[in-house]
T-cell receptor
Framework: DADVTQTPRNRITKTGKRIMLECSQTKGHDRMYWYRQDPGLGLRLIYYSFDVKDINKGEISDGYSVSRQAQAKFSLSLESAIPNQTALYFC?????????????FGPGTRLTVT | AQTVTQSQPEMSVQEAETVTLSCTYDTSESDYYLFWYKQPPSRQMILVIRQEAYKQQNATENRFSVNFQKAAKSFSLKISDSQLGDAAMYFCAYRSAGAGSYQLTFGKGTKLSVIP
């Protein structure tokens, strides 16, 4: 089984709808992240959480909110989706204990807002 | 703010040959970490290799190796004996080593094609 899972894998929604993307991990990592990927732009950080009570905004948090329900679960919400939020969304985790603290990514959710 | 530049949007290599993907970065810090991630058509982001800036020795992982030139702020990825499964987008990423550092800064990626 995958260490980092994301649901759904693909989603099409309409402008103005509320949508939640979910991430679960079995790696036992404390740190979790949400990124979005746009064509030709690489990945950009939306939110990150170092533990259940620690949530922080990233580079592009406007229009998004998150919830850390447990060490293993981190959800991203779009309160009122708009077309320019169409993108590939990745969840990632890291354990915060290694020197390099490398991040491990889920399979991504492709979101289309019409 | 740090920036990461991958100057080759696309590259191709013949199967079994060697290819080098370029990455440069801009930082005023002396301690940091660098990574290469692979994104095949399945979309999964896969960590390929990592390098600590304080280490002079270039990192190696099987057929993948890096050429880390700290003074030039260059971090290229060499893939030897290229295989069809190496076809993917490759992203270079930077992370500061400062206390509380967390954010990966990514380049825009290089699309690698492998020709049979």
């Amino acid at each position: 089984d995958a260490d980092v899972t994301q649901t759904p894998r693909n989603r099409i929604t309409k402008t103005g709808k509320r949508i939640m993307l979910e991430c679960s991990q079995t790696k036992g990592h404390d740190r979790m992240y949400w990124y979005r990927q746009d064509p030709g732009l690489g990945l950009r950080l939306i939110y990150y959480s170092f533990d259940v009570k620690d949530i922080n905004k990233g580079e592009i948090s406007d229009g998004y909110s998150v919830s850390r329900q447990a060490q293993a679960k981190f959800s991203l919400s779009l309160e009122s989706a708009i077309p320019n939020q169409t993108a590939l969304y990745f969840c990632a985790t890291s354990d915060g204990r290694t020197v390099t603290d490398e991040q491990y990514f889920g399979p991504g959710t492709r979101l289309t807002v019409t | 703010a740090q920036t990461v530049t991958q100057s080759q949007p696309e590259m191709s290599v013949q199967e079994a040959e060697t290819v080098t993907l370029s990455c440069t970065y801009d930082t005023s810090e002396s301690d940091y970490y660098l990574f290469w991630y692979k994104q095949p058509p399945s979309r999964q982001m896969i960590l390929v290799i990592r390098q600590e800036a304080y280490k002079q020795q270039n990192a190696t992982e099987n057929r993948f190796s890096v050429n880390f030139q700290k003074a030039a702020k260059s971090f290229s990825l060499k893939i030897s004996d290229s295989q069809l499964g190496d076809a993917a987008m490759y992203f270079c990423a930077y992370r500061s080593a400062g206390a509380g550092s967390y954010q990966l800064t990514f380049g825009k990626g290089t699309k690698l094609s492998v020709i049979p």
